[in-house]
């Protein structure tokens, strides 16, 4: 199975119905929709049009992971931080520049990485996989990328899961230090 149908898998949204809160996902009928890649990229209702993924669904305020900012983010850099700062871009992103103490962990090409025993995750990704007892926290380029991260690793069994929303941009912006 690739990896790109394991996370399609993992981010199925059903239809509107009463049981649901929320606002409704259209007029989809009883169809299935399911979120492509990261679920920001337009995505297909079974035999309907291909629509747009809505706000409320790309960022859940109600998400259950700390968010970051720079200032915290920056606190992390110290040597006696026990917090996994984890880049979520793809490798290229991460080679051409990422924030001191990340590391690379892929979510769009390999978002099973997460769900790996800690013996393969060392071997796929060439350093050891966070314990589950210790916080980690994610960042991309925008934000996007760093929330589905979040919520697979929450899914995955970390507890203590941040996000830096402002991502590798807000970063740059702010002339935070670069590797």
Known sequence: M??????SQLLVLRPFTRAHAGPP??????????TRALGVAPFHARNGPVQRVPQWIRHNSSSP????????VKALLLPSSKTH?????????YAAGHIPTSKNLPI????????????DFLARFGWPRPPKDEEVVFYCKAGVRSA????????????????????????EKRGGEKE
């Open 2 to 7: 690739t990896s790109r149908r394991v996370f």
């Open 25 to 34: 996902l259209g007029s989809t009928g009883s169809r299935t929709i399911c």
């Open 108 to 119: 769009a090409s390999q978002p099973e990485g997460l769900f790996l025993p800690p013996d």
């Open 148 to 171: 589905a991260a979040a919520k697979l690793a929450l899914q995955a069994g970390w507890d203590r899961v941040g996000e830096y929303s402002g991502s590798w941009l807000d970063w």
């Open 65 to 72: 992971s700390k968010p970051y900012t720079f200032k915290d």
């Open 85 to 93: 700062l984890i880049d979520v871009r793809e490798p290229s992103e």
